[in-house]
């Protein structure tokens, strides 16, 4: 069973940056293609970023294409997404998910989730 924990989250105005992180516990994390999903009120959760097991492959939504930077340290058991230049479509509750295999962009084919934390942006 692997765990997963974030920090990171907070609020912060447009134009602005914050770090997300994701800690991973009780498997090999290496063997987990990561990724971060966000979801605001109404909607469904959406797919922003994804790396593979290695690190070596990275995906992005477009929205968050040149913005967003995700990132895994394999010693470290964890996986960060850096984001800048930030604005108030942003805003949402941020989750990261893990899953053997490659990365996808659907929500139903990760095994694992964080508890989300929310990530909101003022303009």
């Known amino acids: 069973q692997v765990r997963l924990v974030e920090s990171g989250g907070g609020l912060v105005q447009a134009g602005g940056s914050l770090r997300r992180s994701c800690a991973a516990s009780?498997?090999?994390?290496?063997?987990?293609?990561m990724g971060w999903f966000r979801q605001t009120p109404g909607k469904e959760r959406e797919f922003v970023a994804g790396?593979?097991?290695?690190?070596?492959?990275?995906y992005y939504a477009d929205s968050v294409k040149g913005r967003f930077t995700i990132s895994r340290d394999n010693a470290r058991n964890t996986v960060f997404l850096q984001m800048n230049s930030l604005n108030p479509e942003d805003t949402a509750v941020y989750y990261c998910?893990?899953?053997?295999?490659?990365?996808?962009?659907?929500?139903?084919?990760?095994?694992?989730w964080g508890q989300g934390t929310q990530v909101s942006v003022s303009s």
């Open positions: 998910a893990a899953r053997r295999g490659i990365v996808v962009v659907t929500t139903w084919n990760y095994n694992y």
């Open positions: 790396i593979s097991s290695s690190g070596a492959g990275t």
């Open positions: 009780g498997g090999t994390f290496s063997d987990y293609a």
